[in-house]
């Protein structure tokens, strides 16, 4: 089971920029889409974007298209979130996480799994 460690969280004032990392155990992580979700205080865990195996396909959230950038280094087993122009309502825990091979498609936190510890991203307005 691959395991994903989350991080580069951090307190922001609005409008700022963040980058998240999401490391991976295992080199097959490239055969896998990758998803991006959040929870704030006393809310559902939501879908914020989401990246193919080779990279070259991405998708987002209305709140957040234009805004955030989602990429990955194979190479590095590592997935990254570009966080710009951030917003109070950003404020949530960040976790990454694999989707299931039998989910083609599916952007539903249940369609994904090996989900990682978290990272807070604080933003001040």
């Known amino acids: 089971q691959v395991q994903l460690v989350e991080s580069g969280g951090g307190l922001v004032q609005a409008g700022g920029s963040l980058r998240l990392s999401c490391a991976a155990s295992e080199r097959t992580f490239s055969d896998y889409t990758m998803g991006w979700f959040r929870q704030a205080p006393g809310k559902e865990r939501e879908f914020v974007g989401a990246?193919?195996?080779?990279?070259?396909?991405?998708k987002y959230v209305d709140a957040v298209k234009g805004r955030f950038t989602i990429s990955r280094d194979n190479a590095k087993n590592t997935l990254y979130l570009q966080m710009n122009s951030l917003k109070p309502e950003d404020t949530a825990v960040y976790y990454c996480?694999?989707?299931?091979?039998?989910?083609?498609?599916?952007?539903?936190?249940?369609?994904?799994?090996?989900w990682g510890q978290g990272t807070q991203v604080t933003v001040s307005s």
């Open positions: 990246i193919s195996g080779t990279g070259r396909s991405t």
């Open positions: 996480a694999v989707r299931r091979r039998g989910a083609p498609g599916s952007y539903l936190v249940a369609d994904f799994t090996s």
